[in-house]
């Protein structure tokens, strides 16, 4: 059997060795690799601790609003968060993600109207709830006000928007369209751009009626 030259030998070793080096220098790269990589995940779990850290979570939130012992709304919703200062842009805030309900009470404890929507959001340091998606305010006498987003400024005491919206009143005010409009709570007062409806004529009013 003939193994070749010296030459071919020497060269043969010298491959070997060099095969040799690369696979350490690889097998070096491998560890440096995933030591990089367990490294990261470690990173990556610490600001998942430090965001979780900065959220808080609840469950079938129910959350009674009382001045002197006396019931002023209650709010409910199946989830809310609440967010606190380390979190940048939402410091305060409480969000209810799969919606939320308030039931508003008088002085006696009897409903004067509720709101609900699919998304909301309470801005506490600017005194303001968001209420998006399929919002629905239901009057004590049947009035019903519909719109996308509705605001609610606690500090002024006025709902307003800035998309259509619709009203069904029961009383002689009837239905009534807006592009966006701005209330008071108790919708006694509304200012509403490019305003359209109709007029429900009462007994004693002046327009004629049509019909029986």
């Known amino acids: 059997m003939t193994f070749g030259s010296v030459e071919e030998v020497m060269i043969s070793k010298l491959f070997l060795k060099n095969l040799t080096s690369l696979f350490a220098f ?16 470690d990173i990556n ?11 808080d979570l609840y469950k079938d939130v129910k959350i009674i609003y ?57 801005r506490a340091k600017e005194g303001i709830t968001e209420f998006r998606k399929n919002v629905v305010i239901n ?30 009143f029961k009383d002689a005010r009837g239905s009534l369209q807006a592009l966006s409009f701005k209330s008071d709570t108790e919708f006694k007062n509304i200012q509403g751009e490019q305003m359209t409806g109709f007029v429900i004529p009462s007994s004693s009013s002046n327009i004629p009626s049509f019909g029986q």
Not at 45 to 55: G, K, M, S, T
């Open 45 to 55: 779990a610490i600001e998942n601790i430090q965001q979780e850290e900065a959220v």
């Open 66 to 122: 009382s001045d002197s012992a006396v019931v002023k709304a209650q709010l409910t919703g199946p989830e809310m968060k609440i967010y606190h200062d380390t979190t940048q842009g939402k410091n305060n805030n409480y969000e209810f993600e799969k919606g939320l309900q308030i039931i508003f009470y008088d002085a006696d404890g009897k409903e004067t109207q509720r709101i609900r929507s699919d998304y909301g959001i309470q």
């Open 26 to 41: 690889c097998a070096i790269g491998i560890f440096l690799f995933t030591a990089c990589e367990n490294e990261m995940k």
């Open 139 to 168: 009057m004590a006498d049947g009035s019903v006000i519909k719109s996308e987003e509705i605001f609610y400024d606690e500090n002024q005491k006025i709902y307003y928007n800035s998309v259509p919206i619709t009203m069904d």
